[in-house]
């Protein structure tokens, strides 16, 4: 059997880090394609973790 988008159960995030700080671990929400998010200036970006 194949599992939908809307069966999985993991608890998808995403964290962000630049030469100047990084952002705390973002929650991404369930069933949209694309999100928005606001956050300090990190400088030039080094690091995306999904």
């Known amino acids: 059997q194949k599992l939908g988008g809307s ?3 993991a608890n ?3 964290c962000i880090s ?3 700080g990084e952002t705390q671990i973002l ?3 369930r069933n949209v394609l694309e999100m928005t998010f ?3 200036n990190l400088g030039k ?3 995306v973790q999904i």
């Open 7 to 9: 069966m999985f159960t």
């Open 12 to 14: 998808p995030w995403i």
């Open 18 to 20: 630049g030469e100047l």
């Open 27 to 29: 929650q991404i929400p």
């Open 38 to 40: 606001e956050c300090q």
């Open 45 to 47: 970006l080094t690091t």
